[in-house]
C-alpha cells in the first residue's frame, strides 16, 4: 500500500531565483575555491580581489560559455560540497578592447541581485566540483542547505590549537574560521604533526610571510606539504593525512627574524626526537 504522506520538500536553488523574478536561463552559477594561483585565502578574497579575479577568463569557451548570460552567482567553497554565496555580479558583455591571444574580461558590476543572500545563502554544489561553472538550469537544480549569518568559530588561543587533519580542512575551507585565519596568518611559529596510528612526530616551521596559515592551507591542500618523509607516506597510502593531528609549538612576531624560528625548529626536532624516531629526515 503506497503512503498517503506528502513528499518533503526541497528548497533549490532555483525557487530563490525564481522568488527573485530572476530566470535561470539568464544566470552563470560559479565555484570559487582558495588556491595559490587565485584567491589564496578569506583574508585574500576582497571584493576588488574577487572581481578581478572573477571578470578575466580563457579565452577559449569551456567552463564559461562563449556568450555568457547576465546574471553571474559568485560562491565560495566551503567543506565537502557546501558553498556559500559572495555576491552577484551584472554581466554588461565583453571588454573587447582587453582581449590577448589567450585571455578575455568581462564587464562586471557588482549586483543588489539577492543582496539580503549575500554570505546567508549556503547550497550544495553537484558531485563534479571540478566543474566549478554552471549554466543556471543546471544550478537551479542545486538544494540548499541553509540560509543563516555564518556562526563564527571563536579562536581558542595558539597554546590550545590542537586539530585532526579533517578539522583543518574544515577550517582552512570554512567563512565561519575566519577568526582562525587572521590569529594563525598573523604569524610565524613551529608547529607539530603527530600521527595517531604509529605516533611518529613531524616538527615543521611557518616562516616569513607564508605564516602558520599559508603552510596548514598547504597540508590541507595536498596531505603533505612538501615534505620528503610525507609525500612517501601518502604516496603508499592516500589516506595517510587522515591520521595526522596538528598543534603549535611556538609562536613568533612577523618581524622576528628567520634564525630565530629555525633555531627553535631545530630544538623541539631534538628534544621531541622527531628526527631519529619521526618523520623529519633532517
Known sequence: MGSDLPKPFTLTLGDVLHAAGIEATDVLVIRHTYKPD?????ADATPEAVLAYTRVQH???GK???VPPRWWLIFMAEAGRRCRLLTVYDN?????EERTDTRRSFNLHESDALASLHGRLLIEWSKDPVNWAKRGPAGAKFPVVEIADPQVVEFPGYDKVLLSYAQLRQMVGDSRYTKWHAALGAVQGVYLIADTATGKLYVGKADGGERIWGRWTTYARDGHGGNVEMRELVGRDPNQ????????LRVFGPQVPQSEVDAAEAH???ALLSRKHGLNRN
Open 59 to 61: 579565452l577559449k569557451p
Open 92 to 96: 554588461s558583455g565583453e571588454a573587447l
Open 241 to 248: 593525512p587522515g591520521r595526522y593531528l596538528l598543534s603549535i
Open 38 to 42: 587565485g584567491l589564496t585565502s578569506p
Open 64 to 66: 564559461i560559455p562563449a
Open 268 to 270: 623541539f626536532k631534538s
